[in-house]
């Protein structure tokens, strides 16, 4: 016989396991970023005044890394030590995709100097676009090679996409064209979450296309409305959460604000600082 109390305790009980079983295998807001940065041009204007005052106050918005291919102040190694100083790593830095050799050789020293993992090309194109089969295939080429020479110099090349990639050029889009045509062990993508919507593509599709592919991710928001223009994180339609959910899931550790035509690159940094450090996912 099932007694009144017997019945509340069984039914409690369900219920619990059922909400544990919900948040086990939703796990919505389980989660928060451990780190987050910012890529350098977003204050370029500020930097070039009291830089140390700007990056200690980037820090104390909770940025923990910072995203540059060159260093302030005297030194590569005096640099690192005030962005340690205040909390901070430089883990990503770009060079130029179509250095001549000495210039690349350059790029490498200067980005080992600062001792940066991911080392980003951002326009991976000789032309303006939109792109042709040639076009890819030239850049494809290119990319495995600057791939090998980053390896060779211990870092791993990241290419940076942007919306010309989602338009479609005979029946594939480049921006597959370059991912299936590039040696997945040494050429990655600094995926631009804004520039994919942008371009007309499902960014969550795009990270679940590809897992593995994407170490790196641009934190960069959209307006609403038919101009879809840009917005500092947490101020427009990009469902972050549930993008950052995969990246978790596929062991994205670098996540980076940033907005382009920026009115005010610390007002910026302090609204996305404060949506990112309280977002659960």
């Given at each position: 016989?099932?007694?009144?109390?017997?019945?509340?305790?069984?039914?409690?009980?369900?219920?619990?396991?059922?909400?544990?079983?919900?948040?086990?295998?939703?796990?919505?807001?389980?989660?928060?970023?451990?780190?987050?940065?910012?890529?350098?041009?977003?204050?370029?204007?500020?930097?070039?005044?009291?830089?140390?005052s700007v990056l200690r106050q980037a820090a104390s918005y909770g940025f923990t890394e910072i995203e540059t291919g060159n260093f302030m102040g005297d030194s590569a190694e005096s640099f690192l030590d005030y962005l340690d100083s205040i909390g901070m790593n430089l883990p990503v830095g770009g060079f130029e995709f179509k250095a001549e050799e000495d210039d690349l050789k350059n790029s490498m020293k200067l980005l080992k100097n600062l001792k940066v993992k991911y080392a980003v090309v951002?326009?991976?194109?000789?032309?303006?676009?939109?792109?042709?089969?040639?076009?890819?295939?030239?850049?494809?080429?290119?990319?495995?090679?600057?791939?090998?020479?980053?390896?060779?110099?211990?870092?791993?090349?990241?290419?940076?996409?942007?919306?010309?990639?989602?338009?479609?050029?005979?029946?594939?889009?480049?921006?597959?064209?370059?991912?299936?045509?590039?040696?997945?062990?040494?050429?990655?993508?600094?995926?631009?979450?804004?520039?994919?919507?942008?371009?007309?593509?499902?960014?969550?599709?795009?990270?679940?296309?590809?897992?593995?592919?994407?170490?790196?991710?641009?934190?960069?928001?959209?307006?609403?409305?038919?101009?879809?223009?840009?917005?500092?994180?947490?101020?427009?339609?990009?469902?972050?959460?549930?993008?950052?959910?995969?990246?978790?899931?596929?062991?994205?550790?670098?996540?980076?604000?940033?907005?382009?035509?920026?009115?005010?690159?610390?007002?910026?940094?302090?609204?996305?600082?404060?949506?990112?450090?309280?977002?659960?996912?």
């Amino acid at each position: 016989m099932i007694t009144r109390r017997k019945f509340i305790s069984t039914s409690a009980l369900a219920a619990s396991a059922a909400m544990l079983s919900f948040d086990t295998f939703s796990g919505e807001g389980k989660k928060k970023l451990k780190n987050f940065g910012f890529i350098s041009g977003i204050i370029g204007k500020e930097l070039k005044g009291d830089w140390k005052s700007v990056l200690r106050q980037a820090a104390s918005y909770g940025f923990t890394e910072i995203e540059t291919g060159n260093f302030m102040g005297d030194s590569a190694e005096s640099f690192l030590d005030y962005l340690d100083s205040i909390g901070m790593n430089l883990p990503v830095g770009g060079f130029e995709f179509k250095a001549e050799e000495d210039d690349l050789k350059n790029s490498m020293k200067l980005l080992k100097n600062l001792k940066v993992k991911y080392a980003v090309v951002y326009w991976p194109w000789y032309t303006g676009g939109p792109f042709s089969p040639e076009d890819c295939k030239k850049s494809a080429t290119r990319l495995n090679y600057l791939g090998k020479v980053c390896a060779d110099n211990g870092l791993i090349l990241c290419w940076h996409n942007h919306n010309k990639e989602f338009l479609k050029m005979e029946n594939v889009l480049p921006f597959d064209y370059l991912m299936n045509n590039t040696d997945n062990n040494l050429v990655f993508c600094e995926l631009d979450l804004y520039w994919v919507k942008k371009g007309g593509a499902d960014p969550l599709e795009v990270m679940k296309k590809y897992p593995g592919r994407f170490p790196v991710l641009h934190v960069k928001d959209m307006a609403p409305g038919e101009a879809q223009d840009f917005e500092c994180p947490g101020s427009g339609i990009i469902d972050f959460p549930s993008l950052f959910r995969e990246a978790d899931l596929q062991g994205i550790k670098h996540y980076f604000v940033e907005r382009d035509n920026v009115p005010d690159g610390l007002a910026c940094l302090k609204s996305s600082g404060n949506y990112l450090k309280n977002l659960s996912f």
